[in-house]
T-cell receptor, first 109, second 113 residues
Framework: GQNIDQPTEMTATEGAIVQINCTYQ??????LFWYQQHAGEAPTFLSY??LDGLEEKGRFSSFLSRSKGYSYLLLKELQMKDSASYLCAVTDSNYQLIWGAGTKLIIKP | IAGITQAPTSQILAAGRRMTLRCTQD?????MYWYRQDLGLGLRLIHYSNTAGTTGKGEVPDGYSVSRANTDDFPLTLASAVPSQTSVYFC????????????FGEGSRLTVL
């Protein structure tokens, strides 16, 4: 079956750096997405990786290794507003999105 | 403001009742989706539509139906609600340029008693 694994919850300190990992096993691969979802709100798009390597976008970076079925989202200079759930999703060979359950990130002062 | 509008925001419903969740987008996106989100689970696809006039079944379609009469509207109907359909429902549309990322509505929280 198809599977996306990410930690259920992580805690980090304001101003620090945190890395949220995502591993996937899917039938084919056509890209990996990261979304941010604040409590009670809709998911919003953060990043997209289709080739191996690091994509940097301000304080957020996303890394992909297709051979390892692995991605991470790196958040730098953490702010309280970064407290949210981070959803990893992979597009399979049929261009269907497979979603992980999300990682709840708690930022402490 | 461009985006996706869902209604109602929240609803409590008696089991056995019929309910339609509305979804309208003004971005002229062809592809639209209905997901449900339950605690501890990833978003699960209920139904989708790649273009007006066509629909398809997702991972968890049973008990739900959709229609796509035009580009903008994609309503989701529960013919006879059951308690297991208590969930948060998100409508989304796909930006076919760029990364093909999804734009989500604000969600409809449905409780079936």
């Amino acid at each position: 079956g198809q599977n996306i694994d990410q930690p259920t919850e992580m805690t980090a300190t304001e101003g620090a750096i945190v890395q949220i990992n995502c591993t996937y096993q899917t039938s084919g691969f056509n890209g990996l997405f990261w979304y941010q979802q604040h409590a009670g709100e809709a998911p919003t798009f953060l990043s997209y990786n289709v080739l191996d390597g690091l994509e940097e976008k301000g304080r957020f970076s996303s890394f992909l290794s297709r051979s390892k079925g692995y991605s991470y989202l790196l958040l730098k200079e953490l702010q309280m507003k970064d407290s949210a759930s981070y959803l990893c999703a992979v597009t399979d060979s049929n261009y269907q999105l497979i979603w992980g359950a999300g990682t709840k990130l708690i930022i402490k002062p | 403001i461009a985006g996706i509008t869902q209604a109602p925001t929240s609803q409590i419903l008696a089991a056995g009742r019929r309910m339609t969740l509305r979804c309208t987008q003004d971005m002229r996106h062809n592809a639209m989706y209905w997901y449900r989100q339950d605690l501890g689970l990833g978003l699960r696809l209920i139904h989708y539509s790649n273009t007006a006039g066509t629909t398809g079944k997702g991972e968890v379609p049973d008990g739900y139906s959709v229609s796509r009469a035009n580009t903008d509207d994609f309503p989701l109907t529960l013919a006879s609600a059951v308690p297991s359909q208590t969930s948060v429902y998100f409508c989304a549309s796909k930006n076919e340029g760029s990364a093909g990322e999804l734009f989500f509505g604000e969600g409809s929280r449905l409780t079936v008693l």
